[in-house]
Antibody, heavy 114, light 107 residues
Framework: EVQLVESGGGLVKPGGSLRLSCAASGFTFSTYSMNWVRQAPGKGLEWVSSINSRSTYIEYAGSVKGRFTVFRDNAKSSLYLQMNSLRAEDTAVYYC???????WGQGTLVTVSS | DIQMTQSPSTLSTSVGDRVTITCRANQSISSWLAWYQQKPGKAPKLLIYKASSLEGGVPSRFSGSGSGTEFILTISSLQPDDFATYYCQQYNGYPWTFGQGTKVEIK
């Protein structure tokens, strides 16, 4: 069974940093591209970033480019999102999603507030 | 960026009704479109990919059609479990973009 479990969310002050993790299981992680998608409270879905299976191709949404960094560790079947210079508008549930995206994790809430 | 526009934003309907949701792109995305269902507090669930391909395990009452710039999600006979918010998403190119969502609610 495919499972994606995010962690690392929490409350952070504007300008602060946070690293999200996504632990994958039930599939061969190293052969799939992975994505981060977020959803602000009561709002729609917003794609954040994608990384291919070998980390040779990475894309970011314009709203996070230069502040967020996506990376992965295929040996640990894990995906990460390093978020720096956080702003109030980054407050959202962050989902890790496989390729399509077809499978999604349950999400982790990031709240940016003073 | 490719803009995706869904209509309607809200749909008040009843069990057994036929439901159609439209998604329009502001430029051609071929058939690179997916549909998701999301319930409150839950992650989105993939229903349809490549505009008309049904994801495994999704009931056959769900179907998708269209190509280019206009796409339709149809639920042939709405069931109680189908009351949710539905999103379209284009993956023709980056940045991936989503429609604003269509909330299907009980009339």
């Amino acid at each position: 069974e495919v499972q994606l479990v995010e962690s690392g969310g929490g409350l952070v002050k504007p300008g602060g940093s946070l690293r999200l993790s996504c632990a994958a299981s039930g599939f061969t992680f190293s052969t799939y591209s992975m994505n981060w998608v977020r959803q602000a409270p009561g709002k729609g879905l917003e794609w954040v970033s994608s990384i291919n299976s070998r980390s040779t191709y990475i894309e970011y949404a314009g709203s996070v480019k230069g502040r967020f960094t996506v990376f992965r560790d295929n040996a640990k079947s894990s995906l990460y999102l390093q978020m720096n210079s956080l702003r109030a508008e980054d407050t959202a549930v962050y989902y890790c999603a496989r390729e399509g995206p077809d499978y999604w994790g349950q999400g982790t809430l990031v709240t940016v507030s003073s | 960026d490719i803009q995706m526009t869904q209509s309607p934003s809200t749909l008040s309907t009843s069990v057994g009704d036929r439901v159609t949701i439209t998604c329009r792109a502001n430029q051609s995305i071929s058939s690179w479109l997916a549909w998701y269902q999301q319930k409150p507090g839950k992650a989105p669930k993939l229903l349809i990919y490549k505009a008309s391909s049904l994801e495994g395990g999704v009931p056959s009452r769900f179907s998708g059609s269209g190509s280019g710039t206009e796409f339709i999600l149809t639920i042939s006979s709405l069931q109680p479990d189908d009351f949710a918010t539905y999103y379209c998403q284009q993956y023709n190119g980056y940045p991936w973009t989503f429609g604003q969502g269509t909330k299907v609610e009980i009339k």
